[in-house]
């Protein structure tokens, strides 16, 4: 692949047309990509298919950390591919086994339920902290309550999107299943009132992604665990964008809280960008509550998930890409300060991981991503004025400032085209 520097371009060619045309007929219309169709990739920069080069700058909301074609990854996965792929878990397999241990001696902790997305991860978390509550805790048949924040992302399952706060995620969708107490997210004494009785524990995302890269306030976290314990209720900490390298830490919770939660669901990165692998990790007396038959997944702990996810194990406990992300993540948010005033009314950001807002004035967070890719760099809008950064860590130090430089250079044409408009 040639690594040709990001350039403008007029508009999608014909190649990216005809693929939109397929996707418009008969994909269903539940995303509104931007105009480009990618053919191939590796690190962080992705070929469309009219053969034009561009930075990734969203790695598939962190799925992709590690990059596009990650060479361990691929050999690992090429190698498992031609040994076995599947066996269920009515058999055991040769990778689960290592798999577990090492995600478990990574995070910290006892125990693996492996899964395969994200939500699911989030939907077993749910289910395991119910059973725990009403098995240790002793609430009452069918009563657990799980208190949630305001403005969460974990999913779109019907359960997940029953107690989210977004209309469009929830509207149409329901009846939504009860037990769900939503509060404030970064407010401490709001979350304290919501835990009663019934309250079996307390569901959060560290940093909250979707959300605009929300990082909560100083002491949060560690308010939400005491919180937590002296309720004696668990602390399900979701990562499955947080987590994995994104913030320069194996966990967020860990590394910008300073304490541990007792219940992590991680996925994204956890299948290195090949096949969704997702794993709720906790220790044996929240985890031994399940039973066989009570809990389960034809494809979770497959032996190519196993295989895979072993390779982002080791990458992430290695620890340069750790070191990496703090690195870059200083150097991003140094580029993203020089921008505020000039389009940017303010930035988030954590890591390699930054929500950047765009002044409504210039146009919508869509507006700036779809100039950008225009121009080579690959973003994701959300919430109308936010822009996403989250390249793979492997990114270059050249790319980063290359990916900053272009979205000044289409914030300064929006400044330029308002102005024309009066
Ligand atoms: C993406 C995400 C999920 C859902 O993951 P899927 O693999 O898309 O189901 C859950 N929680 C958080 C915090 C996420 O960012």
Not at 21 to 26: D, F, S, T
Request: negative net charge.
């Amino acid at each position: 692949m040639t690594l040709t520097t990001p350039h403008q371009h007029a508009g999608p060619g014909e190649a990216t047309a005809h693929h939109e045309a397929l996707l418009a007929a008969h994909s269903a219309h539940n995303y509104a990509p931007l105009p480009v169709v990618l053919s191939h990739g590796s690190g962080a920069r992705v070929v469309d298919v009219e053969g034009r080069s561009y930075i990734d700058c969203l790695a598939g909301y962190s799925a992709l950390n590690f990059g596009h074609a990650h060479p361990d990854l691929l050999a690992a996965a090429h190698a498992q591919l031609d040994r076995l792929t599947l066996t269920s878990r009515a058999f055991g397999n040769d990778r689960l086994g290592p798999f577990c241990a090492e995600l478990a001696a990574l995070v910290g902790k006892d125990m693996v339920l492996p899964m395969n997305t994200g939500a699911e991860a989030v939907e077993s978390g749910l289910k395991l902290v119910r059973k725990w509550g009403y098995e240790v805790r002793g609430v009452a048949r069918d009563r657990a309550r799980i208190v949630v924040a305001a403005a969460n992302f974990h999913g779109r399952t019907i359960s997940i999107v029953g107690f989210s706060t977004d209309p469009e995620a929830r509207n149409g969708f329901g009846p939504f299943p009860d037990g769900f107490d939503v509060v404030p997210h970064g407010d401490a004494a709001a979350l304290r009132a919501a835990i009663g009785p019934d309250t079996v524990a307390v569901l959060i995302e560290p940093v909250q992604g979707e959300a605009g890269v929300v990082v909560p306030p100083p002491g949060y976290l560690a308010e939400v665990r005491a919180a937590c314990t002296e309720a004696g209720i668990l602390f399900v900490a979701d990562e499955v964008q947080s987590g994995l390298g994104r913030t320069g830490h194996v966990l967020a919770t860990r590394g910008l809280g300073g304490v541990d939660a007792d219940v992590y669901l991680l996925g994204k990165a956890l299948g290195g960008g090949i096949l969704p692998v997702s794993a709720v990790v906790a220790d044996e007396a929240v985890m031994g509550v399940l039973k066989p038959g009570q809990h389960g997944s034809t494809f979770g702990g497959n032996p190519l998930a196993a295989a895979v996810g072993r390779v982002v194990i080791g990458l992430l406990a290695e620890g340069s890409l750790l070191r990496q992300a703090v690195t870059l993540g200083h150097l991003l948010s140094t580029e993203l300060d020089l921008l505020v005033g000039r389009g940017v009314v303010t930035f988030r950001h954590t890591g390699l991981w930054a929500g950047v807002d765009i002044d409504p004035e210039l146009g919508s967070g869509r507006d700036v991503c779809e100039r950008m890719c225009a121009r080579g760099v690959l973003v994701k809008d959300t919430h109308g004025a936010t822009v996403r950064l989250s390249p793979p860590l492997v990114i270059s130090e050249d790319d980063l400032r290359t990916a900053v430089r272009v979205m000044g250079e289409v914030l300064s044409d929006m400044r330029r085209d308002r102005s024309r408009r009066g």
